[in-house]
């Protein structure tokens, strides 16, 4: 993420290694946006845990709009373990198109039927979904133990905001 347009740099690279070893393009594609999906997801959740770890004025603010973020990440990476969920939407996307469009929609629905056949197949497992979120999960702690380590190397305060007073506060009411 250190030069222009990384993400996509590596998005794309990614993308080409899953064709070169013989993946078909809609389930390439479909792992590229589900990891994106969960790692947004797990981002969202980290967001909002340092939001109400470290509190502040700002907090009435953000907690509320991290939670929707948050939910709708979740949400959304959760289609992505489920893709027949979204063949059933492409099945009633088709539908509906059909009566009003039938020669506009031919070609695109074409496309798009060929994709979600593809991933019909496509079934990961919880433990494998959990797997990515744990993965994930450990690369944002790890960008934020990256960010702490920079504070400290040059010798600025590290912006805790009241994170550790809330913490002692809140280990102090559960030993009571």
Known sequence: MSVPAGVAVAEGYTYGQYRRLGVPAAVAGWAELGSGALAFATLAAVGLTGSVIAGGPAEGI??????VVA???????GLFRHPHVLTKAIDWIDRHIRRHRRRQSATAVTRVRFVSD???????SMA???MAFGLSLANWLLDVASLVLVFLATG???PLGSGPARL?????????
């Open 71 to 77: 939910a709708g990440s979740f949400a959304a990476a």
């Open 128 to 130: 494998t979904w959990m």
């Open 62 to 67: 953000l907690l509320p709009i991290l939670s």
């Open 156 to 158: 600025g305060p590290v």
């Open 168 to 176: 002692r506060r809140l280990e102090g009411d559960r030993e009571h």
């Open 118 to 124: 593809e991933l019909g197949h496509v079934r990961p």
